[in-house]
């Protein structure tokens, strides 16, 4: 079974600058409940505002077409039904990946200075059972396997991180960055930090282009997926007027790369295509079932 909340923000905003609970104003054994938390904000975007005006103005121009599903409401009832009749147990090699991805969680809090620290606790690793239960349940798998509980960590590192840490450390993965006010660390020695805002920026403008790159691209010739070099050439395109000298450059290329490295290795919205191109320069396409933010 789940449940779901719609929480008002306190000042009508969410304040990155507080925790999740000081925004939405719960007290700390109501948020308990819930294994799962994802904040929408509500974010002037030019290119985020265009794609999702255009798709609601397409849904109303084309209601017929729109309208078309897969399965049939029938059909989910009865795949629901049949799926909550399985009660997976969990192998031995999911249990000790279990305890060691809890322990990952528990040691990335006590190195870092986050507000998260306080979230995890023994109820996250309660909430990375049930998750990874349900993921074995969906599958109709009597048993939870690895990859239930890697797809449920992914979903619970994901609530944490994304609630509370907005800034992206870009050299290092799942990292936690502390500096809310930091857009750009590249000096020698420091990682690479941009702003979840800017990191949600670059990301949202290189895999629209993407997107309408392989809409346009459909006939299944080879130019039907475009490089990473194409994408960061592009993308510093787009800012050329915003960036000033030579260095701005190389650092705003470095961002850009680092950008797809994460959406690949990380986020997992893109995917190297195999056996074309070079190694340092593969072919990406953005994941069929991801949607834009």
């Given at each position: 079974e789940s449940s779901g909340i719609n929480a008002e923000y306190g000042g009508g905003r969410y304040d990155r600058s507080k925790s999740l609970?000081?925004?939405?104003?719960?007290?700390?054994?109501?948020?308990?409940?819930?294994?799962?938390f994802f904040v929408l904000v509500d974010e002037c975007n030019e290119?985020?505002?265009?794609?999702?005006?255009?798709?609601?103005?397409?849904?109303?121009?084309?209601?017929?077409?729109?309208?078309?599903?897969?399965?049939?409401?029938?059909?989910?009832?009865?795949y629901i039904a049949f799926a909550k009749k399985f009660k997976p147990r969990i192998t031995p090699e999911s249990q000790e990946f279990m305890v060691e991805e809890y322990?990952?969680?528990?040691?990335?809090?006590?190195?870092?200075m986050s507000k998260a620290s306080w979230r995890i606790t023994v109820r996250q690793l309660e909430s990375l059972i049930r998750l990874s239960e349900a993921m074995a349940k969906m599958v109709?798998?009597?048993?939870?396997?690895?990859?239930?509980?890697?797809?449920?960590?992914?979903?619970?590192?994901?609530?944490?991180?994304?609630?509370?840490?907005?800034?992206?450390?870009?050299?290092?993965?799942?990292?936690?960055?502390?500096?809310?006010?930091?857009?750009?660390?590249?000096?020698?020695?420091?990682?690479?930090?941009?702003?979840?805002?800017?990191?949600?920026k670059i990301s949202n403008m290189l895999i629209l282009h993407m997107r309408e790159y392989e809409e346009k691209n459909r006939d299944g010739s080879e130019d039907g997926a475009l490089k990473?070099?194409?994408?960061?050439?592009?993308y510093l395109q787009q800012i050329e007027e915003d960036i000033e000298g030579e260095q701005e450059m190389?650092?705003?290329?470095?961002?850009?790369?680092?950008?797809?490295?994460?959406l690949v290795k990380v986020d997992n919205v893109l995917l190297e295509i195999e056996g074309t191109g070079e190694a340092e320069d593969p072919f990406l396409v953005v994941h069929p079932n991801y949607i834009v933010e």
């Open positions: 609970q000081q925004n939405i104003q719960l007290s700390a054994p109501i948020m308990s409940r819930f294994d799962l290119v985020t505002d265009y794609a999702i005006a255009r798709r609601i103005v397409d849904l109303h121009s084309r209601q017929e077409e729109s309208v078309e599903r897969e399965y049939t409401l029938e059909e989910i009832r009865r322990k990952k969680l528990r040691q990335r809090d006590a190195n870092a109709c798998d009597e048993k939870v396997q690895v990859s239930h509980v890697k797809e449920a960590f992914r979903l619970l590192s994901k609530s944490i991180i994304r609630v509370e840490t907005p800034d992206i450390n870009l050299d290092e993965e799942n990292a936690a960055t502390q500096e809310p006010d930091t857009e750009m660390e590249t000096e020698e020695g420091e990682n690479l930090r941009i702003t979840f805002e800017e990191y949600k990473k070099q194409q994408l960061v050439d592009w190389i650092a705003r290329k470095l961002v850009t790369e680092k950008v797809l490295e994460r």
